[in-house]
């Protein structure tokens, strides 16, 4: 009977020390709340850069010219004779006094008939040499191949996103060529005829660079462009 007794006793002992030690530790000091997270950040504005657009009003089609191995754009004006190069600039007098805007226009067409006159018998030179020229390439035929070619100069002339540029260079041109002398006009039009070239060149490269910028842009935004013919 006493063994039971401390039993029971010592039982309440232990039940007593528990609740002593759980009351303690209640009566501790409390962990603070956890602060509420912040909300996610929210998702970054993608702002879409402008779709390239082609310079100076260009179609977005049109074909750029190949690239020779002297790396300049292949071009009706390059590797031509004397002769040839005397005749083509002639023609850019000729397209820009018929397409050139005024006023340029209106000074343009007055220089242009004053160098007809002035340079008739070099020019009428020029022109046979350029008819023997083509004959010695494509024999009784020639004609329609000479017509042909020179269709091709006036095209390349007026293509309207240089025109701008090209009656700009063809006005100082017609200026300068009002103080050669009349044996002048060859050498004369060898060294000027690259000053009209050099505008197309320049349209063309930054239309090269429109299509690249285009093709990036493309590959990121929208729809891969539709590759370009090559003329």
Not at 193 to 221: C, G, M
Request: proline content about 11%.
């Amino acid at each position: 009977m006493q063994v039971r007794q401390f039993g029971l006793k010592q039982a309440l002992l232990t039940l007593g020390t528990a609740a002593v030690i759980a009351l303690v530790a209640s009566c501790g000091p409390k962990e603070a709340p956890q602060p509420t997270p912040p909300p996610p950040p929210p998702p970054p504005v993608v702002v879409v850069p402008p779709k390239p657009y082609p310079p100076t009003g260009a179609s977005r089609d049109l074909p750029v010219p190949a690239i020779g191995a002297d790396g300049l754009f292949q071009s009706v004006n390059r590797n031509i004779s004397p002769a040839q190069m005397t005749w083509n600039l002639r023609s850019a007098y000729n397209v820009a006094a018929l397409n050139c805007a005024a006023p340029e226009r209106d000074e343009i067409t007055a220089n242009y008939r004053a160098y007809l006159r002035r340079h008739s018998r070099a020019l009428a030179a020029a022109n046979r040499k350029v008819d023997a020229e083509f004959k010695a390439l494509h024999g009784t035929g020639f004609v329609k191949h000479r017509e042909t070619y020179m269709t091709n100069v006036y095209n390349h002339y007026a293509l309207p996103p240089v025109m701008s540029a090209f009656c700009r260079a063809v006005l100082a041109i017609s200026r300068e060529e009002k103080l050669i002398k009349t044996t002048e006009l060859e050498p004369f039009s060898t060294r000027s005829l690259p000053s009209v070239e050099i505008v197309y060149d320049d349209f063309f490269r930054r239309y090269a660079q429109y299509r690249t910028e285009l093709a990036a842009w493309e590959s990121r935004w929208g729809q891969p462009a539709v590759p370009q013919a090559t003329r």
